[in-house]
């Protein structure tokens, strides 16, 4: 497989500054992303959120891209119309004029260097292992499909990655996010590069991903969040989970413990950007993929 077009995509959430600043940077100075054997193009996720410094005006972008979505005459949102128009640039979906897509995220939970990825695809998962050996830090957040035709903007393509960078503030830049974030970009586009050149460099037979489970919800009484997270729980994302530990505490200052059968790890824990949603965090299993 031979990639000619990449996409690179930020403010997909408009208060998630880092990536458009660094689509400002990129396209002042797009040596910085430029590599001999592909294009790489640059894109806006959700400009008018950006101008409001909201995540969203009326509904999640990010949710946005399903087929049947994208072929409803019935457009009702802002968000639904700028997805036509992302898909007709990038896309169309299931016949992308680009052939890889990056989009950029970050996130106030204690997440680190994410990468996310929605299926198993072959280039996906080795993608990702490339990044994570030249970043050992990084995690890889694997969310199992749920349905063949996902929502998500990356879906757009079939080979992608979604990159998620954390602790920050919403509507805040960081330097040291942006540095992450850039070096994050910088490493795929470096491995698509060997690809094209048929020097792929060598990859693990196998990685460590963090397996979406399920969602957990906070605590509700009369519609009403009636706890928050344990503070033994705060800022441990990755962190095994066992029968018995906190989760929440009440405001009666009583505990709810986690009571499941397995160990589990959470993720996004105390995302500020799912409390409209009332979720606290995800559980993932921890699971080994092969790249091979």
């Known amino acids: 497989m031979t990639i000619q077009n990449v996409a690179v995509v930020g403010g997909t959430h408009g208060n998630e500054l880092t990536g458009i600043y660094l689509l400002n940077r990129w396209g002042k100075y797009p040596e910085k992303i430029e590599r001999s054997s592909f294009s790489t193009n640059l894109f806006v996720g959700n400009p008018k959120a950006i101008e409001q410094n909201r995540r969203f005006i009326d509904e999640d972008l990010n949710r946005c891209f399903t087929l049947a979505s994208l072929k409803s005459n019935e457009k009702a949102t802002y968000e639904s119309l700028r997805a036509s128009y992302l898909n007709q640039i990038i896309g169309p979906k299931g016949a992308?004029?680009?052939?890889?897509?990056?989009?950029?995220?970050?996130?106030?939970?204690?997440?680190?260097?994410?990468l996310i990825l929605m299926d198993d695809n072959k280039f996906n998962l080795r993608l990702a292992a490339y990044?994570?050996?030249?970043?050992?830090?990084?995690?890889?957040?694997?969310?199992p499909p749920s349905q063949t035709d996902q929502p998500y903007l990356n879906s757009i393509c079939a080979n992608s990655l979604a990159v998620e960078?954390?602790?920050?503030?919403?509507?805040?830049?960081?330097?040291d996010v942006t540095a992450l974030t850039e070096g994050v970009v910088y490493?795929?586009?470096?491995?698509i590069q060997s690809l094209n050149m048929n020097m792929e460099p060598p990859i693990p037979a196998s990685v460590e991903v963090f397996?979406?489970?399920?969602?957990?919800?906070?605590?509700?009484?009369?519609?009403?969040?009636?706890?928050?997270?344990?503070?033994s729980l705060q800022d441990?994302?990755?962190?095994?989970?066992g029968a018995g530990d906190p989760l929440f505490e009440c405001l009666d200052g009583s505990v709810i413990r986690y009571d499941g059968p397995e160990t589990v790890y959470p993720v996004f824990v105390n995302e500020a950007a799912y409390y409209y949603k009332n979720l606290a965090m995800s559980l993932c299993v921890k699971k080994s993929l092969r790249t091979d």
């Open 96 to 114: 992308s004029a680009h052939d890889v897509v990056f989009d950029m995220h970050t996130s106030t939970s204690n997440c680190g260097v994410m």
């Open 211 to 231: 397996e979406f489970k399920e969602s957990v919800s906070f605590p509700m009484t009369d519609g009403v969040v009636s706890g928050y997270i344990h503070h």
């Open 236 to 241: 441990s994302d990755y962190q095994a989970l």
């Open 131 to 143: 990044i994570q050996s030249q970043m050992p830090e990084a995690k890889i957040y694997f969310i």
């Open 165 to 175: 960078i954390g602790p920050i503030p919403q509507g805040v830049l960081r330097s």
């Open 187 to 191: 490493h795929g586009l470096d491995y």
